[in-house]
């Protein structure tokens, strides 16, 4: 019996594949244990979900290969999404780019709170914020 | 009863001028009632931070040995293609300006990550900055080739001078088509998938003075964290627009052209952008004070989130194709609650200028007002007004024949 792996992954799911049952084949033909995080919708109406899966690293890596044949995107949660304050001037446009409402506006000041928790590292705010205030570490 | 702006300077030279800004004056208005507040406040600080396109500098970067002439050849800075189309030692550096080699829109949406904008940043962060320059030499300038190193404490002068700034309003940007779309608006997610606005409405200088009654040619204004004055009207003012029966513009109107010294300035104030999918750019910091000089000024200066409203336009049809038509008008109030309503859809809001900074430098320039360091200036000559003819007009287009 091989070592049980756990791991937090990213999945990107094109528009096309939305309405496979492809989690449900992980379980079921790869006999995989899955706990989705987060989940969210894209602005081009592309899936993207947080999901912890577990099993034995050969139904793992089998897992992940019919993954990517089914065209899902798949990224490591090791990626952390970062605000720098310095250059961050409030402004408000990342508000309504994430899709998983990782910012929002504090209401009397009307500053901009980012909250990490919430965020699925799909990145689209790290182009769009005008002074590149967001940053992808590794 | 009516004040002077010399009274007001005279009381901000005791140390006695009550100086207010034009978020807390909504306040003071409602609870202490039109004329008394008009009686009580001498001076309202206004203040907005959004990316203003149309920015550039003037740089004189001092001759060089032996002498060269700018003027004629070309010009990079940092590899942004700088204009020099002037004397021998003189520069413009415009925001949306671009490396030769970036992609551009070539692949969509393209990332624009380094522009005009930038070096105007990293300049006035007292960056050193790389000048290469080429020439065709002269008689009295031989030199044709310059690669230096320059850094805004060794130029003679860098002269900020942005030819339209502060929109007196602006239009509420969405999406109807079934694409994403990415404009200056920033990203517009397909049908109406989120709307974004730009204007700091009720803290907005322009706004709390609609029909240009202080605010003129000479006013003394916060710029980019430093000094700055109204050169001019900006391009593009356009003061006879739909208003409502407070007087504010319910359209894109007036416009400022602003000028100050970059040597001042602060990288805080002064930010290179990237809107992807669209260009360079800056964001500038912009505070203008209202001399409080009768109960009129007051009343507009008092006018809330709730009494500004703009138009909601459609940016992958009317806007491009230069159509008219507008989906509705929205209130401020509306917008910063977070959704507004449009084809009876509800639409999350999202503001591409800053209140926060907004509401940071009219608090700055109230303090400098409060500590005596700034005062009021009576304006040289009025911004073209409601009934100067001034208008937009669109490019008359006559096609060359061949
Ligand atoms: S878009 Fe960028 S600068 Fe604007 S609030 Fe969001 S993180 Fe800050
Ligand atoms: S990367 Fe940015 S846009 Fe994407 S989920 Fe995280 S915070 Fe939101």
Known sequence: ?138 | MAKTIAEINKRIKEGKAVVVTAEEIIDIARTKGITRAAQEVDVVTTGTFGVMCSSGAYLNIGHTKPRLKLGGGKAYLNDVLAYPGFAAADLFIGSNALPDDDPRNRIRPGEFNYGGGHVIEELVAGKDVRLSATAYGTDCYPRKKLDTWVNIKDLNQATLLNIRNAYQNYNVAVNLSDKLIYTYMGMLKPRLGNATYSSAGQLSPLLKDPYYRTIGIGTRIFLGGGIGYVAWHGTQHNPDVLRGDNGVPKRGAGTLAVIGDLKQMSPHWLVGTSMLGYGCSLGVGIGVPIPVLDEEVLRHAAATDGEIFAAVVDYSDAYPKMKPDILGEVSYAELKSGTIKVQGKNVPTASLSSYSRAVEISGILKGWIQKGDFLLTESVAPLPGVDSEVTFKPLNERPVEY
């Open chain 1, 1 to 138: 019996m091989m070592a049980a792996v756990s791991k937090r992954i990213v999945l990107h799911f094109p528009r096309r594949t939305i309405d496979r049952p492809i989690i449900w084949h992980l379980a079921r033909d790869y006999a995989l244990e899955f706990n989705i995080l987060k989940a969210s919708i894209g602005p081009e109406q592309e899936g993207l979900m947080v999901i912890e899966l577990t099993g034995t690293q050969e139904d793992y890596d089998k897992g992940i290969n019919f993954l990517v044949k089914t065209g899902v995107k798949i990224q490591s949660l090791s990626q952390d999404i970062i605000r720098n304050e310095d250059r961050c001037t409030q402004c408000g446009a990342c508000v309504t780019i994430c899709p998983a409402n990782a910012f929002c506006i504090e209401p009397g000041s009307r500053k901009v709170i980012f909250d990490n928790e919430k965020c699925v590292a799909c990145g689209l705010c790290i182009k769009a914020c005008p002074p590149h205030a967001m940053e992808v570490h590794f």
